[in-house]
């Protein structure tokens, strides 16, 4: 059994989490800008379908990418190199996590509700969510969000309508400061470009040091990233 949060119930320790499904820790709760800053703050996120309450994970262990890892092969250094695009940050959140829960093939559905679209509309519009966005010929070709916190980068979805949008989105996230970015569970394609699993309590202690850090400079409403 896992415990149900009330309106002002502290979430469980995360050594508390379910194993199978791994990591499964609490449901109920709210999606308001608090109690999900204070998830992430304590390594935990919201994961869960539509018709389903919300659901708070903490799986162990955790996929995380540190910059320096990421895996640039020669065919992507020289799309970066030729930057045939141009990368904004924030100025089309709603946009990318629309464009994240678009169907994918292969899925039926998605977690990116209407109402987990306002949450982090919510938190972006308060400075602790954030679009890195990949723009190719004046429209939107990939990008990704997620939630910042002092150095740490909590990546929540990333979507490509043109080969490398995303990791062209991912290249210039790992430049702008983050010293580890949380891709919370793995995935042959996230492995692929370096990330990789760590035990939670290390991915713990790790956070903890980073979200006390100096925040990245996220002000780039209007600046396009060479």
Partial sequence: MIPWLGANSPFPPVTKALHEPNGLLAAGGSLTPERLLDAYRHGIFPWFSEE???????PDPRMVLFPEELKISSSFAKVLRNKP???RIDTSFEQVMRACAAPREGQNGTWISEQMIAAYCELQRLGHAHSIETWMEGKLAGGLYGVAIGKMFYGE???SLSPNASKIALARLCRLGPLMIDCQMHTPHLASLGARLIPREKFIARLEELINCEPIDWQFSSIILP
């Fill in 52 to 58: 389903d309450p919300i659901l708070w994970w903490s």
């Fill in 85 to 87: 695009y141009e990368v």
């Fill in 157 to 159: 979805s990333m979507f």
